[in-house]
Nanobody, 125 residues
């Protein structure tokens, strides 16, 4: 079992930035494909960004391309999501998710094996 812990959420004005972190105490995240998903009130969980276990490939939802960046800090066993130019429609609970290195697709929630409990991001207009 992999326990994922997110942090970094909060309240920010539109146009501002936040950086989310995901770590897994006792586990080596570099062995897993990692992704961020989000769920806004009354909506389904949706894909935001993903990075392969090698760190060589990443993928983004069209709605966040050019504004969000996913990265790994293997020395700190952490996966980061840098969010810039935030919009009110980015308001959601953000979840960190992990999948085995063999998982090809990291953009579907069904393909992710482990989940954090989420961190709330609120963007005010």
């Amino acid at each position: 079992q992999v326990q994922l812990v997110e942090s970094g959420g909060g309240l920010v004005q539109a146009g501002g930035s936040l950086r989310l972190s995901c770590t897994a105490p006792g586990r080596i995240l570099s062995s897993y494909g990692m992704a961020w998903f989000r769920q806004a009130p009354g909506k389904e969980r949706e894909f935001v960004a993903a990075m392969s276990w090698t760190g060589l490939t990443s993928d983004y939802a069209n709605s966040v391309k050019g504004r969000f960046t996913i990265s790994r800090d293997n020395a700190k066993n952490t996966v980061l999501l840098q969010m810039n130019s935030l919009k009110p429609e980015d308001t959601a609970v953000y979840y960190c998710a992990a999948a085995s290195a063999a998982t090809r697709s990291l953009t579907s929630a069904d393909d992710m094996r482990y989940w954090g409990k989420g961190t709330l991001v609120t963007v005010s207009s």
